[in-house]
């Protein structure tokens, strides 16, 4: 059986990703490897944790021996690596736990997945290092276009009403790199190490560098659960600065779908930008995001739009991205199949009808689940 790692498979995006493989895929075997940091839940894979072909392991990526180990009693062939600390925040308060992770735990992942590989009789035949990074690499974009035009990109998804662009300029392949953060400093070393073992030691390998992602089973410090939550027990709603930011919205299941076309279609060595294709301001979006809940809440639509408070903004706060991703619906026939009202009404319905995974990480009861499944080890 071939078995893939998939490192933080228990956070947001790699739940998704562990479900979709899993499901799609039951002769391979997926290995889960999480720390379980705060970020880290299983209650996301409940439905899936029991199949023949899924191993969780508890670990963490900076730790070699471990990641050796693992890799060799599966015989692990290819990686799909997720396990980072993803909030910007978190990353100004705290930037040491970013380098650890995101730069020191990739290097750990590849040195080791190097020691497995090279000691093999195929060597890197038929293996794969695939490296999930972010658009914030790219730094930001002007908002040239403050009330927004018609965007030049179209996709079948693309015809709702809003459907604008900001500016001239959009992220490409070829972008420079120009982090301004601390984590998104740590993301760009992270993706200059992966492309290091591919230009040093022939490790075939792959980047893709998305926008943001939003969906079911997002930690709430992140903008749309965390409003969501808010609207729900009318609670202020903090918007950064004057919520001009302008940001590049995919739905979650999207990012998985093209995460497997690339795995097993992508070219090594390559980069491939994925986006939604889909721009919005942060003020627009919170503003539709209180009509959608406020609907589904059976409120009057609108009636909490006065929940909106502006706050001191993020420190370096990125103004605009916009994903350029041509090259991944041209070379592997990708794009986005929902339309952002679509899935903005998809998520807040998620949310809604799963106050229970709301309360459960709001209280950190979920913290305990690993124990009641797994025992104390
Ligand atoms: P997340 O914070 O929800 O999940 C991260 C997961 O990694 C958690 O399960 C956590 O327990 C695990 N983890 C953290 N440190 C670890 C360590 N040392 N060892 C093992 N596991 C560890 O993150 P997410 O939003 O799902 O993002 C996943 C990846 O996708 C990240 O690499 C992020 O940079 C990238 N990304 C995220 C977005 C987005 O919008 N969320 C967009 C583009 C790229
Ligand atoms: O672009 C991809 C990135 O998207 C990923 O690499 C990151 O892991 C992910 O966290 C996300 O980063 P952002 O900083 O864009 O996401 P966040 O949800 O934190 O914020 C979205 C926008 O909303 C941003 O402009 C800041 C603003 N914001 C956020 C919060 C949490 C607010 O105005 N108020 C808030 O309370």
Same mark, same amino acid.
């Given at each position: 059986?071939?078995?893939?790692?998939?490192?933080?498979?228990?956070?947001?995006?790699?739940?998704?990703?562990?479900?979709?493989?899993?499901?799609?895929?039951?002769?391979?075997?997926?290995?889960?490897?999480?720390?379980?940091?705060?970020?880290?839940?299983?209650?996301?894979?409940?439905?899936?944790?029991?199949?023949?072909?899924? #191993?969780?392991?508890? /670990?963490?990526?900076?730790? &070699?021996? +471990?990641?050796? =180990?693992?890799?060799?009693? %599966?015989?692990?062939? *290819?990686?799909?690596?997720?396990?980072?600390?993803?909030?910007?925040?978190?990353?100004?308060?705290?930037?040491?736990?970013?380098?650890?992770?995101?730069?020191?735990?990739?290097?750990?992942?590849?040195?080791?997945?190097?020691?497995?590989?090279?000691?093999?009789?195929?060597?890197?035949?038929?293996?794969?290092?695939?490296?999930?990074s972010t658009d914030?690499v790219y730094?930001?974009?002007?908002? #040239?276009?403050?009330? /927004?035009?018609?965007?030049? &990109?179209? +996709?079948?998804? =693309?015809?709702?009403?809003? %459907?604008?662009?900001? *500016?001239?300029?959009?992220?490409?392949?070829?972008?420079?790199?120009?982090?301004?953060?601390?984590?998104?400093?740590?993301?760009?070393?992270?993706?200059?190490?992966?492309?290091?073992?591919?230009?040093?030691?022939?490790?075939?390998?792959?980047v893709t560098n998305c926008?943001?992602?939003?969906?079911?089973?997002?930690?709430?410090?992140?903008?749309?659960?965390?409003?969501?939550?808010?609207?729900?027990?009318?609670?202020?709603?903090?918007?950064?600065?004057?919520?001009?930011?302008?940001?590049?919205?995919?739905?979650?299941?999207?990012?998985?779908?093209?995460?497997?076309?690339?795995?097993?279609?992508?070219?090594?060595?390559?980069t491939?930008n994925i986006?939604?294709?889909?721009?919005?301001?942060?003020?627009?979006?919170?503003?539709?995001?209180?009509?959608?809940?406020?609907?589904?809440?059976?409120?009057?639509?609108?009636?909490?739009?006065?929940?909106?408070?502006?706050?001191?903004?993020?420190?370096?706060?990125?103004?605009?991205?916009?994903?350029?991703?041509?090259?991944?619906?041209?070379?592997?026939?990708?794009?986005?199949?929902?339309?952002?009202?679509?899935?903005?009404?998809?998520?807040?319905?998620?949310?809604?009808?799963?106050?229970?995974?709301?309360?459960?990480?709001?209280?950190?009861?979920?913290?305990?689940?690993?124990?009641?499944?797994?025992?104390?080890?």
């Amino acid at each position: 059986m071939k078995s893939i790692l998939i490192t933080g498979g228990a956070g947001f995006i790699g739940s998704h990703v562990v479900r979709l493989f899993v499901t799609k895929y039951p002769d391979c075997r997926i290995v889960n490897l999480d720390k379980l940091t705060y970020a880290g839940n299983l209650e996301n894979l409940r439905d899936v944790e029991q199949r023949p072909n899924y #191993t969780f392991v508890r /670990g963490d990526i900076c730790d &070699f021996e +471990t990641v050796v =180990s693992l890799m060799r009693r %599966h015989e692990v062939e *290819g990686i799909i690596h997720l396990a980072a600390e993803s909030h910007v925040d978190r990353s100004i308060r705290d930037p040491f736990t970013f380098a650890r992770t995101n730069v020191l735990g990739t290097l750990t992942l590849l040195e080791a997945a190097r020691r497995c590989w090279e000691e093999r009789p195929e060597g890197y035949a038929g293996k794969l290092f695939y490296h999930i990074s972010t658009d914030e690499v790219y730094g930001a974009l002007e908002l #040239t276009r403050p009330e /927004g035009v018609a965007s030049p &990109f179209t +996709t079948t998804a =693309s015809s709702a009403e809003h %459907h604008l662009a900001y *500016g001239e300029e959009f992220f490409e392949e070829t972008t420079r790199y120009a982090p301004h953060s601390p984590y998104s400093a740590s993301k760009a070393s992270s993706d200059h190490f992966v492309r290091a073992y591919h230009d040093t030691y022939g490790m075939p390998t792959l980047v893709t560098n998305c926008s943001n992602n939003y969906g079911p089973c997002q930690f709430p410090e992140k903008l749309i659960p965390l409003f969501i939550n808010n609207i729900r027990h009318r609670r202020p709603l903090p918007v950064y600065g004057r919520g001009e930011n302008v940001r590049d919205w995919l739905y979650v299941e999207d990012h998985a779908r093209a995460i497997d076309r690339i795995f097993h279609h992508g070219r090594v060595a390559e980069t491939y930008n994925i986006g939604g294709f889909n721009e919005w301001k942060n003020i627009d979006l919170i503003r539709l995001l209180v009509r959608t809940t406020d609907r589904l809440l059976g409120r009057r639509e609108g009636e909490d739009l006065d929940l909106i408070t502006f706050v001191e903004d993020r420190k370096g706060h990125d103004l605009r991205y916009a994903i350029d991703s041509r090259k991944l619906q041209r070379e592997l026939g990708w794009e986005p199949s929902l339309q952002f009202e679509e899935g903005i009404e998809r998520t807040v319905r998620w949310y809604l009808d799963n106050q229970a995974w709301m309360d459960r990480v709001t209280s950190g009861a979920y913290r305990t689940y690993y124990e009641e499944m797994y025992g104390s080890r």
